[in-house]
């Protein structure tokens, strides 16, 4: 059984470009979930992406929108990049669109110059 | 806003301690209170996660605290051990809803 394998582990980015990041599920997860962490602080809920639809957004802007395929992996894209975008951002799979089972890649680290 | 409050911020422990930290929340709708541990590098791993209607849940050396009328749970780590080392992070969740609201996290560090 595999894990949530995100890629690419680092990524260095100029204000105003941007950006897509990448997530594959776990083994008979068919749900993806994005969050940013900021250094020093907690993660913070981006999206959901359930049954190839979003299923829940958290506070962030239109530039910040994601793709789920039938596969159940996903993509993260981010446009117009700012300096404050610069943050680790995690995948995480579950099962049936809940936070049970919830299941964490080990994130892309993005930074904006 | 922030709805879950975690505290401290960071924490020294001997080895062969107990660890607490503690986590208070605003939102009477949440029914889902997980504990994450994180490594450097890597992403949040699952510890131990409680419901409300139970006050205390136990796994190994990892018990909640859970006091519904005080909308706080706390970690209790027992016999702390230097590969506890970690960042540790509580959450809450709404009726087995999409998303997790994190605390800010806990810098943990026990010493040998």
């Known amino acids: 059984e595999t894990g949530v394998t995100q890629s690419p582990t680092h990524l260095i980015k100029t204000r105003g470009q941007q950006v897509t990041l990448r997530c594959s599920s776990q083994s008979g997860h068919n749900t993806v979930s994005w969050y940013q962490q900021a250094l020093g602080q907690g993660p913070q809920f981006i999206f959901q992406y359930y049954r190839e639809e979003e299923n829940g957004r958290g506070n962030f802007p239109p530039r910040f929108s994601g793709l789920q395929f039938p596969n159940y992996s996903s993509e993260l894209n981010v446009n117009a990049l700012e300096l404050d975008d610069s943050a680790l951002y995690l995948c995480?799979?579950?099962?049936?669109?809940?936070?049970?089972?919830?299941?964490f890649g080990s994130g892309t680290r993005l930074t904006v110059v | 806003q922030q709805q879950v409050k975690q505290s401290p911020q960071s924490l020294i422990v001997q080895k062969g301690g107990i660890s607490i930290i503690n986590c208070a929340y605003e939102n009477t709708a949440f029914d889902y209170f997980p504990w994450y541990q994180q490594f450097p590098g890597k992403g949040p791993a699952l510890l131990i996660a409680i419901r409300p209607d139970v006050s205390e849940k136990k796994e190994g050396r990892f018990t909640i605290s859970f006091n519904k009328s005080a909308k706080q749970f706390s970690l209790h780590i027992m016999d702390s051990q230097p590969g506890d080392s970690a960042t540790y992070f509580c959450?809450?969740?709404?009726?087995?809803?999409?998303?997790?609201?994190f605390g800010g996290g806990t810098r943990l560090m026990v010493k040998p």
């Open positions: 995480a799979s579950s099962p049936a669109g809940q936070v049970y089972g919830y299941t």
């Open positions: 959450a809450a969740s709404r009726n087995a809803g999409n998303m997790l609201t």
